[in-house]
């Protein structure tokens, strides 16, 4: 595979982008309160948001992007954005047709725009972008092999989110894991809480989550330290400790898995050059 830099901008400020055959890789950073009017993209394309948030509108229907919200954009789709009162960074991988039709051989492409927050999709956009970060002769077979796993998770949460019935109850023990990060309920709290076995709660969870609960909220965890490193200059060391790693070591370890990145590093990125 043969690839090219090119200066020039993607969209937005600051931002270059990598060309290869199959893909497009860049980075945009957007000025706070920046109006875009309605505008269309050709190709297929995945984008993280790595720092801010805006809003952006497609046909009637308003959607809200913040840090760490993956957005699929189909070939085609017209859009208006509005960012909001903070600088906005964010990563892009622009599909060529070539490779979204043997992506459309194995996996259902979604037709329609899609957004999900947080989660495995953002864990593998990261390892995407810190690729694109630290490119070497190798990084164009792992970018390939990266984006096609995005894809097929894509597809699958796609599906999931059209075919599932998650019981009320599961919102429940979702929301009480968000608010409680540093105090974590345990297996059997959680089941006293909502009425059911722990056993069953620990498999219906997996089923609608794809991970255990333990997994779930070591990435809630990773995504909260992703906003603290982005936003603030508070040392590591103390986020880790808040948000409840038991020394830095750990913690780092842990964001690495999550994001490709050490927790250094991610900072370095989410800060003007």
Not at 61 to 85: A, D, G, M, W, Y
Not at 162 to 183: A, F, G, I, Q
Request: charged share 25%; hydrophobic share 35%; glycine share 6%.
């Amino acid at each position: 595979m043969n690839a090219e830099n090119d200066s020039t901008n993607f969209y937005g400020n600051g931002s270059g982008s990598w060309r290869m055959a199959a893909f497009t890789l860049s980075e945009s950073v957007y000025p706070a309160n920046l109006r875009m009017p309605v505008h269309r993209h050709e190709p297929a394309y995945l984008g993280i948001v790595l720092k801010g948030a805006y809003s952006e509108t497609v046909a009637s229907k308003t959607r809200f992007c913040k840090q760490l919200t993956t957005i699929f954009h189909p070939p085609n789709e017209s859009h208006s954005v509005t960012f909001h009162n903070s600088d906005v960074r964010v990563f892009r991988i622009e599909m060529g047709e070539a490779l979204r039709r043997r992506i459309q051989d194995h996996a259902s492409v979604p037709d329609e725009p899609a957004e999900f927050q947080g989660g495995l999709l953002a864990s593998l956009a990261l390892r995407l972008y810190n690729e694109y970060r630290n490119r070497d002769q190798w990084s164009a077979l792992a970018i390939e092999g990266l984006l096609l796993e995005t894809m097929a998770e894509l597809s699958r949460r796609s599906a999931k989110e059209n075919d599932r019935e998650m019981p009320r109850w599961l919102d429940h023990v979702k929301e009480t894991l968000t608010s409680r990060l540093t105090d974590t309920p345990s297996l059997m709290e959680l089941a006293l809480d909502i009425g059911v076995h722990p056993v069953h709660l620990a498999r219906v969870f997996r089923k609608n989550f794809d991970c255990t609960i333990g997994e779930f909220v070591r990435r809630l965890r990773i995504e909260k330290a992703c906003k603290e490193i982005a936003e603030s200059s508070a040392p590591i060391s103390e986020i880790a400790l808040a948000l409840g790693f038991y020394d830095q070591s750990h913690f780092s370890n842990t964001f690495k898995r999550f994001t490709g990145m050490t927790p250094a590093s991610y900072r370095g990125t989410c800060r003007p050059s």
